[in-house]
Nanobody, 121 residues
Framework: QVQLVESGGGLVQAGGSLRLSCAASGSIFRINVMGWYRQAPGKQRELVAA???????NYADSVKGRFTISRDNAKNTVVLQMNSLKPEDTAVYYCNAGLIVTTTYRHLEVWGQGTLVTVSS
């Protein structure tokens, strides 16, 4: 019905940068919010950054000033630019979207499959 496809994970040295992209496709009427979460081994999944309609953003304190989230509403995509990466940023990063589907006009929360980001020291 609705699918999120992520790309851009990989291995990078501390201090480096990575760019994650996520594209939503399917029976989408409107996307209300898109964001990125991450889950490190042995830890709970946590919000990294989110962006809602109108461009309002929210960041975890641990990534403020280093990560930037942006969204292309026309293409239903969201990008997370990650700079000054630290080993503690190592995790599986998941794209998330809160949206309205065209089939039922009901709200749906969708997750991507996850992409691994590894930051070496």
């Amino acid at each position: 019905q609705v699918q999120l496809v992520e790309s851009g994970g990989g291995l990078v040295q501390a201090g480096g940068s990575l760019r994650l992209s996520c594209a939503a496709s399917g029976s989408i009427f409107r996307i209300n919010v898109m964001g990125w979460y991450r889950q490190a081994p042995g830890k709970q999944r946590e919000l990294v950054a989110a962006i809602i309609n109108g461009g309002v953003t929210n960041y975890a304190d641990s990534v403020k000033g280093r990560f930037t989230i942006s969204r292309d509403n026309a293409k239903n995509t969201v990008v997370l630019q990650m700079n000054s990466l630290k080993p503690e940023d190592t995790a599986v990063y998941y794209c998330n979207a809160g949206l309205i589907v065209t089939t039922t006009y009901r709200h749906l929360e969708v997750w991507g499959q996850g992409t691994l980001v590894t930051v070496s020291s």
